[in-house]
C-alpha cells in the first residue's frame, strides 16, 4: 500500500501498513490509519449515497459487501415526550447485514485481508463483532476462528457457528478471552483482525459519519450518544466528521457523549482523570457489548468526548432493562440492552442539564433485540 502509512497514537512513528502489525512495534500503541496520498494517488469509495469517502483501499471498486450501511434514520416522538427533548432521532443501526453496526468495520477489514492474499482470521468478541467478521468471511472464503467468552447469548454463538466459523469457547473475563485470541494467532502465524485494534476496520466505521452528515443535510444534531466499548463506532464517527469537516462539507461537529454501564466505567475514569482499580470481582452487566474493564483505546475515546465537548455517563442495568422496554413498547423499536444504554444516558444529561429541550440529539440503535438474552 504506498497511499498509505500505519501511525501510532502514542509516540507517532509510521509504520508501514500491514495486516499482522496490530500494535506499534516500538511502544505497542494502538495505530492508525495515516493517508500520505497526494490529490493524484487518493483512493476513494463512491458511499450508496453518492459521497466518496477516502479509504486505504488499493482497489476501492472491490471492495467486500453484504449490503451493509444506508441505515434508516426515525425520530422517536414518544422518547421525546417522556425526555422533554425536541428532537431525538435514532439511526436504525441493527439493520445492518448482521444485525448490528459492527458490519461498517468488518466490510473495509475483510476488504483489506482479500487485497493481502490472507485466508485465515482470527478475532475475539462478545459476540456481535464474531458474527459480522464470520459473515463477511463466509461470503469471501476465507477462515474465521471467532473467540468468544462461554458466557457469550447463545443466539450470538449460534449466528456465528452458523456462518460456518470455528468458535473457541472461553471460560474466564472478556480480558481473558483476547489474550487466548492473541496466543493463538501469535502460535499459528495466523493475521489478527480485531475490531479492536485494526486501524482498517476504525476506517469503515467512518461510515457512520459520511452517511448522517447526508441524511441530515449537512446540518448535524447538536449531540450524538454513543454505547462505548472498546470505542470503535465513537473513534470512525469522530473521523469521519473531522474530514467532512476539512473537507467543508460541514462546519461544526456535534459533542460526541459516551455511556458505559456502572460496572465498567474505564473510559469515564479516563476523561475524570480517576485512577482508582475497579474492585469488583466478577463484574458483570446486562450490556454484554460494553461489558469491558480495559479498552485498548480508551485514551483515543476519552480525547475524542474531551475534544468534542461532550461527556461520560454511566447507567444501572435497572436503567437499562427499563429503557429497551421504553423503546419497544412505545416506539415499535426492539434493540439489545447494550443499545438501550443511550437513553438511559439521555434522560441523566437532561437532569444534569447537560441536554437541554431544544437541543437536538442523535443516537445509533447499535444491535437487534433478538441477538441477546431476554429481560422480560
Ligand atoms: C450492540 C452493541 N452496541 C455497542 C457496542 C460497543 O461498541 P464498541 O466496543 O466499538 O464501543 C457493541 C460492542 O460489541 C455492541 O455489540
Ligand atoms: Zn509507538
Given at each position: 500500500m504506498t497511499h498509505i502509512k500505519l501511525k501510532c497514537n502514542e509516540c507517532f512513528n509510521l509504520h508501514d501498513s500491514d495486516?499482522?502489525?496490530?500494535?506499534?512495534?516500538?511502544?505497542?500503541g494502538t495505530l492508525d490509519v495515516e493517508y500520505i496520498s497526494t490529490q493524484n494517488n487518493q483512493k476513494q469509495i463512491n458511499l450508496k449515497n453518492g459521497m466518496r469517502m477516502i479509504v486505504p483501499l488499493n482497489n476501492p471498486e472491490k471492495f467486500v459487501s453484504l449490503?451493509?450501511?444506508?441505515t434508516p434514520v426515525l425520530r422517536f416522538p414518544r422518547i421525546e415526550k417522556e425526555l422533554s427533548l425536541d428532537r431525538v432521532f435514532g439511526k436504525l443501526e441493527f439493520m445492518n447485514p448482521t444485525g448490528s453496526f459492527k458490519d461498517r468495520g468488518t466490510f473495509m477489514m475483510v476488504s483489506m485481508a482479500l487485497e493481502s492474499n490472507i485466508d485465515s482470521l482470527v478475532e475475539d468478541s462478545s459476540g456481535n463483532a464474531g458474527a459480522s467478521l464470520s459473515a463477511y468471511c463466509a461470503k469471501t472464503g476465507l477462515k474465521a476462528h471467532i473467540f468468544a467468552p462461554e458466557s457469550a447469548p447463545v443466539s450470538k454463538l449460534g449466528q456465528i457457528k452458523t456462518y460456518g466459523a470455528e468458535v473457541h469457547l472461553i471460560k474466564g473475563s472478556r480480558d481473558y478471552v483476547t489474550s487466548e485470541a492473541k496466543r493463538f494467532y501469535k502460535e499459528n502465524n495466523y493475521i489478527y483482525a480485531s475490531h479492536v485494534l485494526s486501524p482498517y476496520y476504525v476506517e469503515g466505521t467512518k461510515t457512520f459519519a459520511y452517511e448522517i452528515a447526508n441524511q441530515f443535510d449537512y446540518n448535524l444534531p447538536e449531540n450524538i450518544v454513543f454505547p462505548v466499548g472498546n470505542g470503535s463506532l465513537i473513534i470512525g464517527c469522530w473521523k469521519g466528521l473531522n474530514e467532512l469537516f476539512n473537507n467543508k462539507k460541514i462546519d461544526k461537529i456535534p459533542r460526541l457523549h459516551c455511556v458505559q454501564a456502572e460496572q465498567f466505567v474505564p473510559v469515564i475514569q479516563e476523561i475524570k482523570g480517576d485512577t482508582e482499580k475497579n474492585d469488583l470481582e466478577n463484574p458483570f452487566s446486562v450490556a454484554g457489548g460494553i461489558?469491558?474493564?480495559?479498552?485498548?483505546?480508551k485514551k483515543e475515546v476519552s480525547e475524542i468526548v474531551k475534544k468534542s465537548f461532550g461527556k461520560g455517563v454511566s447507567v444501572s442495568d435497572e436503567e437499562i432493562i427499563e429503557w429497551q422496554k421504553f423503546l419497544a413498547r412505545r416506539e415499535g423499536i426492539f434493540c439489545e440492552p447494550t443499545s438501550a444504554t443511550v437513553f438511559a444516558a439521555l434522560k441523566k444529561l437532561f437532569d444534569s442539564n447537560e441536554i437541554q429541550s431544544k437541543d437536538s440529539v442523535l443516537v445509533p440503535v447499535t444491535g437487534f433485540g433478538l441477538k441477546d438474552k431476554l429481560f422480560v
Open positions: 495486516m499482522s502489525i496490530v500494535n506499534c512495534e516500538l511502544c505497542d449490503g451493509e450501511g444506508n461489558s469491558v474493564s480495559s479498552p485498548a483505546r
